[in-house]
């Protein structure tokens, strides 16, 4: 039985607990509302230690709203390269931009802070109370499953009208002193302590408070709905070497999955006589005998590739289109590659 002032001690203690407890992460020593923009578009679906060295590179290369905003598309994903998810930069340089010339700082203002382009709820709030102090509820996969257990909520959280039901509980629990501690404080307790399996209740500052501790059900909250199967999609690749030791890359299209990244010749099938047809017409060149270089399976978020690749001379090298070249192998290495072509770089040329 929760007494009438545990909302009060719960976020007293949350916020304690944070301040003595919370992890010492580079985003964390700083107030600096773009850098903390930054980190949180980083850690979206991103695991914390892969995040770190690039949130040092990313600031130490922009320190400011202006570099970034006019940094050069190539260049910039050249330097988000290995976080995947590259939609996450050109939406974040858009959003900078747009504040940078509209504002010139980062608005601490949350209805203008979320028109910005690729702000969602969770940045807007994250940002606004982290950064400025501002009452803002900002819930990710760890506050959702904080508060299913601590409140009991069954309510499915893979639908995304659930967010509205979480963000409320946040704003009633909320710390208005110092939103930005409890904020955090709920993310680094699901992060560490409230995990999705095998939490730690033994070591959690708060289970006086949870209704899944006290009625043992915190192994089978939150609600989850699985997610749709991945649907499998064949890719042969065929690194295409010239004579005088060049590989032909072609740029992706500018909208899409890996949009404007480089590749190797791809087709969207697993039949190589196939392949070698659409990427001989596609690129006006003949090519020598397939030699079988590496498979592999590639997973994204909503599909899996099943890659082929192969190796293949060409003695007649075409003009290459305005969306494709031929590359020393050192030239290769300037490009954005993602990760499935980096795997068939390392197989062909060596890393």
Known sequence: MRSNDWKTKFREVLTDWYRRERRDLPWRRTCNPYWIWISEVMLQQTRVDTV????????????????????????LMKNWEGLGYYSRVRNLQAGVREAYETYGEVPAD???FRKLKGVGPYTAGAVMSI??????????????RVLSRVLLIEEDIAKPKTRKIFEAAVMDLIDRDDPSSFNQ?????????CTPTRPKCLLCPVREWCGAYH????????????????ETVPQTVIAVKSPDGRWLLEQRPDDGLLAGMWQFPTAETGDPAEAVRQITER??????????AVRFKHIFTHRIWEVEAFEATSSAV???????GWFLPEEINSLTLPN?????RDAVIGG
């Open 52 to 75: 770190i060295p690039y949130y040092l590179r990313f600031t130490e290369r922009y320190p400011t709203m202006e570099d970034l905003a006019y940094a050069p598309e190539q260049e």
């Open 110 to 112: 949350p209805e203008r």
């Open 131 to 144: 950064a400025f102090g501002i009452p803002a509820p900002a819930v990710d996969g760890n506050v959702m």
């Open 185 to 193: 404080g709920l993310m680094e307790l699901g992060a560490t302590v």
């Open 215 to 230: 009625e043992g059900r915190e192994e089978s909250l939150p609600v989850k709905s699985k997610k749709k199967k991945q």
């Open 283 to 292: 690129h006006r060149l003949d090519l020598g005998p397939l030699k079988e």
């Open 318 to 324: 075409g003009v290459p289109s305005g969306r494709s």
């Open 340 to 344: 499935p072509t980096k795997k068939v």
